[in-house]
């Protein structure tokens, strides 16, 4: 913990080295061809994120006074 303590520290303050940047990863996946509507997941130790993409819902919508064609941008984030 002291040594999680000491990356924050130096993350705040802005005196972090890019050595101690690295590892960190970023996970896609793409279950939309499986008609998956919604996805979540574990996130493990260097990994940052989970993005996926689902399926488009295709259910109309009002955006901004007006109907939309059901184009939801299919996409989540862990």
């Not at 002291?2 to 303050?13: D, I, T």
């Not at 901004?64 to 862990?78: H, I």
């Amino acid at each position: 913990m002291s040594e999680l303590a000491s990356l924050v520290e130096q993350a705040r303050s802005g005196s972090l080295r890019s050595s101690e940047l690295g590892g960190a990863g970023i996970t896609v996946t793409q279950l939309g061809d499986q008609r998956v509507d919604s996805m979540s997941g574990g996130i493990y130790p260097l990994q940052v994120v989970l993005v996926g993409f689902r399926r488009n819902s295709g259910r109309p919508w009002v955006r901004e006074a007006n109907w939309d064609n059901g184009a939801d941008g299919p996409l989540s984030q862990t």
